[in-house]
């Protein structure tokens, strides 16, 4: 794959979301999980949907369990979500972030990053509007940390 619009996901309700879809928005790719203790983030990014969404930017969230911390099925993860952080934003079905099996759009942008293996979950991956990496973020860095350099990517006249 040679761009991050090539991937195609499906959504926790079943819908396919091509990422094509948000060609020209900025985009936060985050892996996420309900029992982990990093799970506040999600009331952190839907606040940035919420902010910026008019403007541009879209989060996809990618549930995991491969670091043991989250719920048993997509139902309850989404349930979870919703209630617990008013998550509006897509959630896609569970994913693997690393090894054989790993979802590729992760395979993606771990090369794309330099960086090799998700060490956690809350990593996140700011894409800029051309569908080019800006940043990879650690798992403890706050997504409100990331909002100067997201307000550049929505309306940097570059």
Known sequence: ????????????????????????????????????????????????????????LEVVGFPSNQFKQELADDDQISEYCQMHYGVTFPMTNQVRVNGNDETPVFTYLKDESGHGRIKFNYTKFLIGRDGKLIHRYAPITKPSKMEPEIVEALYSKN
Do not use: W
């Open 1 to 56: 794959m040679s761009s991050i619009y090539d991937f195609t996901e499906t959504e926790m309700s079943g819908q396919t979301l091509p990422l094509s879809q948000y060609k020209g928005k900025v985009m936060i790719i985050v892996n996420t999980a309900s029992k982990c203790g990093l799970a506040g983030q999600l009331a952190e990014l839907e606040t940035l949907y919420k902010k910026y969404h008019q403007d541009g």
